[in-house]
């Protein structure tokens, strides 16, 4: 069964620990009883863990020198210790007379004790129980995004692991897990189910918006509801054409309008959508309850991948949006957005890395256990026959060396810029654009490397195993279509060229979100 195969599946982009986890001992029915098979990571690149513990070694002192180095590292503490009382319901009887103030917009809270760094035992905690979700979702994946179905039962299984919850406050209820540990849990579930994945990294972002983008009040009020109702987030704030419109009226504002593709809208209880104000143009994140009067969901339509992401359009015809859900502005300008809120767009590109390089390996984990039992694809085409399995054939040993060095060198890119993220979020208020600018770039860097590894990785690996990699039983498709689905949503070329414009002329990245 595809669980057993995906065991221990990738770990995460800033893992500071190479303790492998012990096996879960519910394997499949009908599973062959054999020795613990690694996943792709089964080789640990330890010079960054080695470089973050000599950096934290070193005191607070150099840590504003070093703010985006590759490998400085976050002040690690231990989780909260606070009391976790019940959550409770925000009453709405009067937020619908309360207009969003300019001056709170983007302004975002950027609270140092919000982004602690996580343990090594918490971070391994947290993957013992994503593995663990990855080899549940593993067994039946490609039975499961051939029928295509609401991802409602896969949401289920993350909300009661806790993953869903995993970012929350920690005094709410939540997990309280750092950016880093979200990220390695992402890439953990997408090496089994890519969709799943980017579904989850999706909600994970768009439930810490309001970190990002508005007052302290609204974000605060946001949390506690979230956590205590374990929402699932879903939507998508990228600028798309036309806007959706929001329109002051009397009791807060009605927005208007079709967005074309949002993740997660089928199966969200909460939705963040970018819509512009009416009169003015200005962009603005909107919290949107699916369930409202006016919201209608569209189809998935038909892509042939990401099937299982619950994606697609949705329609707004005068919903009434209350005033605190309005979170703040989006505007790209760096004199309206503050520096800490131009975070959330590397942030938002981190979870697209994720799920690249997780597709990427978790492919790359299923054609080694397969190659393992079968003939090389080339030995009726050799010049003279090889020994009969592949891991002897140095055809097939050049291609799995080959694309080693793509997902290492992908995962080291990611490592890199997920620790400068971590180190800026935690640095908050004191961030300056400057800074900003260089985690963006190391973002984007990340993520062109991620996107061509996931393209390549998934074309080239099927090319070991040869013509049965084409047999529906295996479901290797599902890799090269969920990572070429994504990939069109989100090409590079623009990364690639805010990276050449930093590199030659200094230039700002601008304010981009991902779809």
């Not at 540990?181 to 810490?208: E, K």
């Not at 199966?267 to 209608?296: H, K, S």
């Not at 760096?334 to 597709?359: D, K, M, Y």
Request: hydrophobic share 40%; glycine share 10%; with cysteine.
């Amino acid at each position: 069964m595809l669980g057993a195969r995906l065991h221990g599946a990738a770990a995460g982009p800033g893992s500071v620990t190479a303790t492998r986890l012990p096996a879960s001992g519910n394997s499949p029915s009908g599973s062959v009883n054999q020795p613990e098979r690694d996943s792709f990571h089964s080789f640990p690149i330890g010079l960054l863990g080695k470089l973050l513990t000599v950096v934290e070694e070193e005191g607070e002192d150099d840590e504003a020198d070093a703010s985006l180095h590759p490998h400085a590292a976050s002040p690690g503490t231990a989780s909260s210790s606070a009391p976790r009382p019940e959550g409770r319901r925000h009453d709405h009887s009067t937020e619908l007379q309360r207009q969003p103030q300019p001056h709170e917009a983007g302004e975002g809270i950027p609270v140092k004790a919000d982004e602690v760094t996580d343990t090594a035992t918490e971070q391994a905690d947290w993957l013992h129980i994503a593995r663990e979700i990855a080899d549940d979702l593993a067994t039946d994946a490609a039975e499961r995004e051939q029928a295509a179905k609401a991802p409602l039962d896969e949401v289920a299984r993350l909300r009661e692991s806790g993953l869903l919850t995993l970012s929350a406050p920690a005094d709410l209820g939540g997990g309280g897990a750092d950016w880093r540990t979200a990220y390695a849990v992402i890439r953990t579930v997408a090496a089994a189910d890519g969709a799943i994945g980017h579904l989850l990294g999706n909600h994970y972002f768009l439930s810490r918006s309001a970190r990002f983008f508005a007052d302290r009040a609204r974000a605060a009020r946001i949390d506690r509801e979230s956590t205590a109702g374990q929402w699932c987030w879903g939507g998508g704030i990228a600028s798309h054409e036309p806007p959706l419109i929001l329109t002051p009226t009397s009791g807060g504002y009605l927005l208007n309008g079709y967005q074309r593709y949002a993740t997660g809208v089928g199966i969200a209880d909460r939705l963040v959508v970018r819509a512009a104000r009416y009169g003015t143009g200005e962009p603005w994140a909107v919290l949107v309850d699916p369930a409202r009067p006016g919201v209608v969901g569209g189809s998935g339509g038909d892509s042939f991948g990401q099937r299982l992401a619950a994606g697609g359009g949705v329609e707004f015809e005068s919903v009434l949006v209350a005033a605190d859900d309005v979170l703040g502005t989006l505007s790209p300008d760096e004199s309206v957005l503050s520096p800490f809120a131009s975070l959330a767009a590397p942030t938002a590109r981190l979870v697209s890395v994720q799920f690249c390089l997780g597709v990427a390996e978790g492919l790359l984990a299923e054609v080694r256990e397969c190659g393992r039992g079968m003939r090389s694809s080339w030995q009726p085409f050799s010049p003279q026959p090889w020994p009969d399995s592949p891991p002897q054939d140095p055809h097939a040993l050049t291609v799995y060396g080959e694309l080693t060095v793509v997902a290492r060198a992908a995962s080291a890119l990611a490592e890199q810029a997920v620790d400068a993220l971590v180190h800026g979020l935690v640095r908050g208020e004191d961030l300056d654009f400057e800074e900003c600018a260089e985690i963006a770039v190391l973002a984007s860097v990340a993520e062109s490397a991620a996107s061509r590894a996931a393209q390549e990785i998934t074309t080239r690996a099927l090319d070991v195993i040869g013509a049965d990699a084409a047999s529906a039983r295996h479901g290797f498709d599902r890799f090269w279509r969920n990572a070429r689905t994504h990939t069109l949503r989100e090409p590079v070329a623009h990364r690639l060229r805010e990276v050449g414009d930093y590199f030659l002329n200094g230039a700002h990245p601008p304010f981009a979100l991902p779809a």
